[in-house]
């Protein structure tokens, strides 16, 4: 088992930032992503960084506004976020893969889930 437990979400202005973190406990695992869901909509890939190796993927939609990252010595990710956008409002979660499974971006690569925070980006 893994257990995630997110935080740093909140409501932010257009323009801002803001850092979420995912601690995990529990078995070690490959990789760690970060999704998001939108009222509506289906949960979407933004990142993800395989544990060992620091080996990270992005969507296209946030490239070169978000950086993903990990704290080994913590045990914790995290997703810095910056020039944010109203688009980029959505309830935020982190999820982990055991195993290394090559396709990064889909949802039903990865065994267990934070219970996600929201982020609410401001016009």
């Known amino acids: 088992q893994v257990q995630l437990v997110e935080s740093g979400g909140g409501l932010v202005q257009a323009g801002g930032s803001l850092r979420l973190s995912c601690a995990a406990s529990?078995?070690?695992?490959?990789?760690m992503g970060w999704f998001r869901q939108a009222p509506g909509k289906n949960r979407e890939f933004v990142a993800s960084?395989?544990?060992?190796?620091?080996?990270?993927y992005y969507a296209d939609s946030v490239k070169g506004r978000f950086t993903i990252s990990r704290d080994n010595a913590k045990n914790t990710g995290y997703l810095q976020m910056n020039s944010l956008k109203p688009d980029d409002t959505a309830v935020y979660y982190c999820?982990?893969?055991?195993?290394?499974?090559?396709?990064?971006?889909?949802?039903?690569?990865?065994?267990?889930w934070g219970q996600g925070t929201q982020v609410t980006v401001s016009s």
């Open positions: 960084i395989r544990w060992s190796g620091a080996i990270t």
């Open positions: 999820a982990a893969a055991i195993f290394y499974r090559g396709i990064y971006d889909i949802p039903q690569n990865y065994d267990y």
């Open positions: 529990g078995r070690a695992f490959n990789t």
